[in-house]
């Protein structure tokens, strides 16, 4: 079974342009999780997804992030315009359902804002 | 709230020598359950393990040890006779029954390097 995949697995960009990443989740997961990794930290959630809503995204910056989960499959989270902080992992998740259901994590997108 | 401290960040041990993980949580939740994952430099996080709130039983799993202590708040992760494959990032997380256990909290990573 394939994992969580994700892409790009590096970008680089320079501050003030748009950036996107994409997340493919295990096939039948209905929910999906968008986790922000800085450099020597742990992740923190930015947006969790039930099917093709959005459930919690209050850790979302949402003056210039944004996310989508059309047909509840495939997520894309948007940041524009990019920022020097923003360069960090972006890590994508899926579980069969909320709550205790296991996670499986993808191998992320390394951001980097010059 | 909730948090958790992972104070060691960064160890450096010799293959075979043994070694444990700190991890200290907060959290005012009665039901809550307890991760270790495991970043290796490919960036993906792998599951290692998951303890509930009510389960203080110590887990054994190959080289794996962890030790849940609930009344010192802690879930300590020992590995025996490390190996250069065990050199990682690993991470302890804490999931609440108020959150209704849909979002994990990481502590900031211990990097483990193991040395020939």
């Known amino acids: 079974e394939a994992g969580v995949v994700q892409s790009p697995r590096y970008k680089i960009i320079e501050k003030k342009q748009p950036v996107a990443f994409w997340c493919n989740p295990i096939s039948g997961h209905n929910t999906l999780y968008w986790y922000r990794q800085n450099l020597g930290q742990g992740p923190e959630l930015l947006i969790r997804?039930?099917?093709?809503?959005?459930?919690?995204d209050s850790q979302l910056p949402k003056d210039r992030f944004s996310a989508e989960r059309l047909k509840g499959v495939d997520s894309t989270l948007k940041i524009q315009p990019a920022e020097l902080g923003d360069s960090a992992v972006y890590l994508c998740?899926?579980?069969?359902?909320?709550?205790?259901?296991?996670?499986?994590f993808g191998s992320g997108t390394r951001l980097t804002v010059v | 709230a909730q948090k958790v401290t992972q104070a060691q960040t960064e160890i450096s041990v010799v293959e075979k020598e043994d070694v444990t993980l700190d991890c200290v949580y907060e959290t005012r939740d009665t039901t809550y359950y307890l991760f270790w994952y495991k970043q290796p430099p490919s960036g993906e996080l792998v599951f290692l393990i998951r303890?509930?709130?009510?389960?203080?039983q110590n887990e054994i799993s190959g080289r794996y040890s962890w030790n849940f202590q609930k009344s010192t708040s802690s879930f300590n992760f020992t590995i025996t006779a490390s190996q250069v494959v065990d050199s990682a990032v690993y991470f302890c997380?804490?999931?609440?029954?108020?959150?209704?256990?849909?979002?994990?909290?990481f502590g900031a990573g211990t990097r483990l390097a193991v040395h020939p």
């Open positions: 998740a899926s579980s069969l359902g909320p709550g205790l259901y296991g996670y499986t």
């Open positions: 997380a804490l999931s609440g029954v108020s959150g209704g256990y849909n979002k994990l909290i």
């Open positions: 303890r509930n709130s009510f389960d203080e």
């Open positions: 997804y039930e099917n093709e809503e959005a459930v919690d």
